[in-house]
Nanobody, 124 residues
Framework: QVPLIESGGGLVQAGGSLRLSCAAS????????MGWFRQAPWKEREFVAA????????WYADSVKGRFTISRDNAKNTVYLQMNSLKPEDTAVYFC?????????????????WGQGTKVTVSS
């Protein structure tokens, strides 16, 4: 059983929008901090955004601030990443991750569970 399943990736033109979803298979994720990360070809995986267990606090990488919004619906066990004003440099595989703590860990390596990823391609 896959604990986290991402969806919503695809091909979009620069300036367009996409909404990624990360569905959790268990109700316990409502007490987990969640994060979104991405990995572009030939690059290291990097932090994109994170949200605490109840959605009260969010964090963003400087490169996506003002363009991306992370949110969660605990009734649906789902975390979202709304991506607007997309740029070609946003092209990557996007992963969601969960950590069994109320606030996100400082390091991506401390997240407990990872999804399989969803590919986002932004054409110029």
């Amino acid at each position: 059983q896959v604990p986290l399943i991402e969806s919503g990736g695809g091909l979009v033109q620069a300036g367009g929008s996409l909404r990624l979803s990360c569905a959790a298979s268990e109700r316990t994720y409502t007490s987990y901090a969640m994060g979104w990360f991405r990995q572009a070809p030939w690059k290291e995986r990097e932090f994109v955004a994170a949200i605490n267990y109840n959605g009260g606090d969010t964090w963003y990488a400087d490169s996506v601030k003002g363009r991306f919004t992370i949110s969660r619906d605990n009734a649906k066990n789902t975390v979202y990443l709304q991506m607007n004003s997309l740029k070609p440099e946003d092209t990557a595989v996007y992963f969601c991750a969960a950590d069994a703590s109320l606030d996100p860990p400082a390091s991506q390596y401390d997240y407990d569970i990872w999804g399989q990823g969803t590919k986002v391609t932004v054409s110029s």
